[in-house]
Each structure stands twice: as structure tokens, then as C-alpha cells.
């Protein structure tokens, strides 16, 4: 098939994508969906829960493999949508609809790309596609719990919104609890260990403690108080103050040593919530890298988080789109955003998967 007439067929399935609520964890009729196009395309698959998957025709288990991957759940539209958030509707050439830009639109792409090279023979990567369920959950059942009935990968795609440049590098993240203890008292009486003022001190740790590693893809790690909660009425001193802090870990660290170093060194007690979002990164020497780069695209380090975090290998993010629509109200993504999409991941494909 030709690949205008691939693209425009990519563009019907993200607009029957949009149409089905695919919240989390409730991704079976999107999977029916993408099972339907791989059907009329002859192409087997199969299908983990909510994730579907397959193979190039001539795979070889002597060969490396490439994954191809993006997600096809959604977060829940906000209140702020002015628009139905299922019904798929083209405007001023924007396509618009909940999970269209995240990520329905690298995923399509990369279905018609998979679809593009799937008879393919003499490459010299096999490719596996992956449209997996749970990614905005960080789910038990995501491309993480996907991993142990795949081959072996050893280089990855990632699709999601990145303006069509190479995320070579991507923040991992951890997520600590605090507590500030103190003496629990009534407000009436003198308490020189009040928990809240026990708090100032904390609070200023934290804001001015700095890592000494700097990523030169990805800066500093980023360390942010998001939460903090304590006291219960307005004449009782609480025992405790609970604070949540957000740490996005560049490439230079690994969550256990985030861990390890917090934990050792702030003035208070810490917990982590899980140490698996780990930060990812791939050579700006990779051939993959080097393919991009040479058709015109530029490289950086991504500040959000995705299916990355689970992946061993190394991987590039990259997709049509722009991140800061994710998750936005009336949700959308410029067709021809798509157009372009579906020609860099051939072209770029094409200058990784021939080469000798």
C-alpha cells in the first residue's frame, strides 16, 4: 500500500480510537480496535489483556530487535472540556478528542510504520509493535508487566508527543513521604517542639538541597514539595506534619541512589513510594540516534515520564505532537502532524534498518 494511503487509513483508526473510552484499565475495546486493523492487514498478533502485539513477517531470532511502542489508554477528561471528548472531529486541520495527541497519534503512526516495513525481508533488526494498556496508570499490566512474554529487546521507539524531535534521555522519578514529628499539644500551652515550625526548617532543606550530578541531556535532578498536610483543628498542636516530594532523577543517578542519598542526609523521615520509574537514556552515537539527526531532528532531554521507565534496553522517545497538550482540555493534534510523523518514523527506520 502506498503511504499516503497508509497514513490516511492511520487517521481513520486514531479517530475510531477516540471515539471508544479507553480510561486505564479499561482498554479491551481500543484492543479490538488495533486487532481489527492487523487483521485487515494480515498480519498476526497477539493479545495480552488490553495489550496487542506482533512481529515482522521475517523475524529471526538471530537478529536483534527493535521495539516499537506506544500506549493506547487515557487519562480522564478534566472539567474544562468544551468539546465531547469521544467524538472525533477535524477543525482548522486539528484533529481533536481525548488521547488524540497522547498518544493516539505516535501510535497510529507508528502501526502504519510497523505495517510499512511488516513484509519487509534483508533488514537488519526484527521490529515488534507493542499498543500497550496501563501507561498513564503506570499499571501492573503495562508494557512493564507485558515485558516477560516478548523477545528480547534490545533498542526501542517510545511513541509520545515530542514535536517530532529525538528525546534521547528521559527523568525517571520517585516519590517520597515525609514526616515532621513534634510534641502534640493544646494550642493554649507553651510547646517549644511544635511540628508545623519543625517544619520551616524542612521545608527549606529541601528547597535549597541540590544534587551534584548534572545530565547534560536531561540538567540537574529536580527536587519539589508538592504536598504537605497536618493538624486536624485549631486548638491542637499535631504530632506529626506529612509532606510528599516529587524528585525527577536525571540519567546520571539511579532511583536507589536518590534513595539512599535523601534518606541519609534530610532532616526528617523518609519513605519511598517505588524506585521502578527509572530514568532512561540512549547514545546520541546510536545509529538510531544518528538517522534522526540526519534527516533534520534535533535532540533533548524529556522532563515527563513514560513506558520508558520500563524498559532495560536503550530507547528514544519520539512522536508527532506536542507534550504540553497532554492532558489539557479539548485535547488535539494538527493532521498533517501525523502526515509527518508516519514519513519521519519510515525515513528514519529506513536509515536504521538498512544500514550494513
Not at 547534560?216 to 519539589?224: E, M, S
Not at 479539548?330 to 509527518?340: C, K, S
Request: with cysteine; net charge negative.
Amino acid at each position: 500500500m502506498e503511504q499516503a494511503a497508509l497514513t490516511q487509513k492511520a487517521i481513520e483508526l486514531l479517530k475510531e480510537l477516540i471515539s471508544i473510552q479507553s480510561f486505564s484499565s479499561e482498554e479491551d475495546k481500543t484492543a479490538d480496535a488495533i486487532e481489527n486493523w492487523f487483521k485487515a492487514f494480515d498480519i498476526p498478533f497477539k493479545r495480552h489483556l488490553n495489550n496487542v502485539y506482533a512481529v515482522n513477517k521475517h523475524f529471526d531470532e538471530s537478529k536483534p530487535t527493535l521495539l516499537l511502542n506506544s500506549h493506547h489508554d487515557t487519562v480522564k477528561p478534566n472539567s474544562a472540556y468544551t468539546r465531547d471528548p469521544f467524538l472525533p472531529h477535524i477543525e482548522d486541520g486539528k484533529l481533536y478528542g481525548l488521547g488524540s495527541n497522547d498518544a493516539g497519534g505516535a501510535l497510529v503512526s507508528l502501526i502504519a510504520t510497523f505495517t510499512h516495513y511488516y513484509a519487509e525481508e534483508n533488514l537488519n533488526h526484527n521490529i515488534l509493535m507493542v499498543a500497550s494498556m496501563e501507561e498513564e496508570s503506570s499499571g501492573p499490566n503495562s508494557l512493564r508487566g507485558l515485558l516477560p512474554h516478548l523477545p528480547k529487546i534490545d533498542v526501542a521507539i517510545v511513541g509520545e508527543p515530542t514535536l517530532l524531535d529525538l528525546a534521547i534521555a528521559e527523568k525517571g522519578l520517585v516519590v517520597f513521604d515525609a514526616v515532621i514529628k513534634g510534641t502534640p499539644s493544646h494550642a493554649a500551652h507553651p510547646n517549644d517542639n511544635n511540628s508545623i515550625y519543625n517544619t520551616i526548617e524542612v521545608l527549606e532543606w529541601f528547597k535549597n538541597y541540590k544534587f551534584d550530578r548534572v545530565s547534560d541531556a536531561l540538567g540537574p535532578v529536580k527536587l519539589t514539595v508538592t504536598q504537605i498536610n497536618g493538624g486536624s483543628q485549631h486548638n491542637v498542636v499535631p504530632a506529626q506534619v506529612d509532606l510528599v516530594i516529587d524528585v525527577r532523577v536525571n540519567d546520571k543517578y539511579t532511583n536507589s541512589e536518590i534513595a539512599e542519598i535523601l534518606k541519609k542526609e534530610a532532616p526528617c523521615e523518609l519513605k519511598e513510594r517505588s524506585l521502578k520509574l527509572n530514568s532512561s537514556a540512549i547514545d546520541i552515537n546510536h545509529p538510531l540516534v544518528q538517522s534522526g539527526i540526519a534527516l533534520g531532528r534535533k535532540t533533548y532531554g524529556s522532563p515527563t515520564l513514560s513506558d520508558q521507565a520500563a524498559l532495560s534496553c536503550q530507547s528514544l522517545k519520539l512522536g508527532p505532537g506536542d507534550s504540553t497538550r497532554s492532558h489539557s482540555a479539548d485535547e488535539y493534534i494538527y493532521v498533517h502532524e501525523i502526515e509527518e510523523g508516519i514519513d519521519l518514523y519510515i525515513n528514519l527506520l529506513k536509515g536504521f534498518l538498512k544500514q550494513n
